[in-house]
């Protein structure tokens, strides 16, 4: 089955009882038992929901993996995820992932005994250096955000395995409709489906996927045993959405790919980054293991004292957090998303005061350059 056809029709995409073409919403805590210690299919509704059962069958089939769990954000997935590990164990993780894995695994984590080196995962020689006796698992994002850099991912598995180390992909950014990590090797997939797969800027969730049955094993006990999962609701606007995943991604990178030309060529601009350039650090890596380059872009401004009048003129572009959605936004990472990473940890990263971060919407491409335009005229660029 194509992957147009697969969101549509792949999981569980209809209601076996009553043929319902959309999954009901189970909105249920728990289930009849008909005799003694004989439930049916369901228990209780942390352990199992049909609901979240049909976007749990559905991600899995995406990502090509065994199994599929849905949580209740994104952090609750890598959360679960790194529950594999215990205290003493070691992890690699990317040097730009997702503020708020870092600090999971800086707050919270470490306090129980993981450790953790921050590892530029472009860099092969570099993750070598970094492993360990006791490391198990090497956690990345490609491309990263913001600064969108790619990572070889089967390179990077395959050292992985080498030495029984898990390969952790965090999807987000990509979705398997551009990328499948569990294809290239990795043993793990993470998304926050709050992003792409959610698309609508109206939900909170998280999803995982593991490739092989034996760790899926291990993740479905984690999330029952520590309970952060998604509700029937969320797990039904999710299914929902990812109905209109391939449309969706389509058009964020056309018209994301137009507007990273546009920035390139305008001279307020000192540095676009986004992974379709042909000069993107990595392209030829992006170009290899993606199918598209989806539909995040950031920059810098030449002048970066103008970076605030700028990101506050945009009247399209709103500027808030998060990513992935219909509508446009824009960022300030520093400021913004990647706040809670120290300052020096950050510039170290390549992460300037003055970055900014678009999430390309799908409205039409020329309003969306206007836009830009006008925030350029008014912030005297
Ligand atoms: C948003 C995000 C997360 C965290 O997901 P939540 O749903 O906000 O908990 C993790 N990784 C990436 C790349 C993200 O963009």
């Not at 970094?130 to 490609?142: C, M, R, S």
């Amino acid at each position: 089955m194509h992957f147009n056809t697969k969101v549509i029709h792949g999981g569980i995409s209809e209601d076996e009882t009553t043929g319902a073409v959309s999954v009901p919403i189970y909105q249920t805590s728990t289930y009849k038992q008909n005799a003694l210690g004989q439930p049916k299919q369901y228990e209780y509704s942390r352990s199992g929901n049909p609901t979240r059962f049909a976007v749990e069958e559905l991600i899995a089939d995406l990502e090509e993996g065994a199994q599929g769990f849905a949580f209740a954000s994104g952090l609750a997935a890598t959360h679960a995820v790194f529950s594999l590990f215990q205290t003493g164990d070691h992890v690699i993780l990317g040097d730009d992932v997702y503020g708020g894995t870092f600090r999971l695994l800086h707050q919270v984590l470490e306090k129980s005994g993981l450790t953790y080196s921050l590892v530029k995962t472009d860099d092969l020689a570099a993750i070598e250096a970094a492993i360990l006796p006791e490391t198990k698992a090497i956690f990345l994002e490609t491309p990263t955000n913001p600064l969108l850099k790619i990572t070889d991912i089967a390179i990077v598995a395959q050292l992985a395995k080498k030495q029984d180390i898990l390969t952790i992909v965090d999807n987000t950014f990509a979705t398997p409709y551009f990328q499948k990590p569990l294809q290239l090797g990795a043993d793990i997939v993470i998304h926050s489906a709050t992003k792409y797969l959610g698309g609508h800027s109206d939900v909170v969730a998280g999803l995982a996927v593991a490739k092989e049955l034996q760790i899926a094993k291990r993740i479905a006990f984690l999330q029952n045993a520590i309970g952060g999962v998604l509700g029937p609701h969320d797990s039904w606007l999710i299914q929902r959405s990812i109905k209109t995943l391939a449309l969706r991604m389509e058009a964020h990178q056309n018209n994301a790919m137009k507007i990273a030309h546009y920035l390139q060529a305008h001279p307020a601009v000192a540095k676009v980054y986004y992974p379709g350039l042909i000069d993107h650090e990595g392209h030829e890596i992006a170009k290899s293991q993606m199918s598209g380059y989806s539909g995040m872009i950031s920059f810098e401004l030449t002048d970066e004292t103008k970076t605030a009048g700028f990101v506050e003129a945009l009247k399209i572009f709103t500027l808030a957090e998060s990513l992935g959605g219909v509508e446009s936004l824009v960022e300030v990472p520093a400021v913004m998303t990647h706040a809670s990473i120290p300052k020096e940890i950050r510039q170290q990263s390549g992460i300037k005061d003055g970055l900014i971060r678009l999430s390309v919407g799908i409205e039409d491409g020329e309003d969306l350059q206007a836009d830009l335009e006008q925030a350029f005229e008014k912030a005297g660029n």
